[in-house]
């Protein structure tokens, strides 16, 4: 298997444009996550899927942040308008379920200017 | 909500020495996870610890966990250079739910 896949590994934007995460989890994994790392606040959980149900979303910063999973094998993580704040490496992980490791993908590097 | 705090935020050790990585929880907790990262990489799975008393090794590396005193270690014995990574423990809040509070992470560099 080749691994969580995120694209693109690197984005730069200016402040104002939408920004689209992809994400592809491992085939077989009922579990998606998106987490965001900063120097500042570290690793954040934004949210999560199960059986491509957003369980919790608690994370996520504020309205315009928003995130999908159509089908098993696909999730985006939206954030429109962008904001220089929002400048970070977000990883999405999945996992087979619960007390299960996670699988990290590696991560996009979002700029925004 | 779980907080986890690790102890040191960084750690500077010579090779062949000993050391200890602290993780600690703010509540009930039973299952406990050690994730390794290399600078400008994604995370990569050390250990899962699923229950008290768990203990796991992996090379120069063991992690166990104490859930009455809410504290996991990661154990680094006879280190080398290529243990130098930042090492993250992250606690579960809920049983049952899967969602993983990362602790502040360990920048650990080995002097050769």
């Known amino acids: 298997d080749a691994g969580v896949i995120q694209s693109p590994r690197h984005e730069v934007t200016e402040m104002g444009q939408e920004v689209t995460l992809r994400c592809k989890p491992i085939s077989g994994h009922n579990s998606l996550f998106w987490y965001r790392q900063t120097m500042m606040r570290g690793l954040e959980l934004l949210i999560y899927f199960n059986n491509n149900v957003p369980i919790d979303d608690s994370g996520m910063p504020e309205d315009r942040f928003s995130a999908k999973m159509p089908n098993a094998s696909f999730s985006t993580l939206k954030i429109q308008p962008s904001e220089p704040r929002d400048s970070a490496v977000y990883f999405c992980?999945?996992?087979?379920?619960?007390?299960?490791?996670?699988?990290f993908g590696s991560g996009t590097q979002l700029s925004v200017l | 909500e779980l907080k986890v705090e690790q102890n040191p935020l960084f750690l500077s050790m010579q090779e062949g020495k000993n050391y200890t990585i602290y993780c600690n929880y703010s509540?009930?907790?039973?299952?406990l996870y050690w994730y390794r990262q290399d600078p400008g990489k994604s995370l990569e799975s050390l250990f899962v610890?699923?229950?008290?008393?768990a203990v796991k090794q992996e090379g120069r590396l063991m992690a166990s966990l104490d859930t009455k005193a809410r504290l996991s270690t990661l154990h680094i014995t006879a280190a080398v250079h290529d243990l130098s990574a930042t090492y993250f423990c992250?606690?579960?809040?809920?049983?049952?739910?899967?969602?993983?509070?990362f602790g502040t992470g360990t920048r650990l560099t080995i002097i050769p």
């Open positions: 610890l699923l229950s008290n008393g």
């Open positions: 992250a606690g579960e809040s809920n049983f049952g739910n899967e969602k993983l509070t």
């Open positions: 509540t009930t907790s039973d299952r």
């Open positions: 992980a999945s996992s087979p379920g619960a007390a299960e490791k996670l699988f």
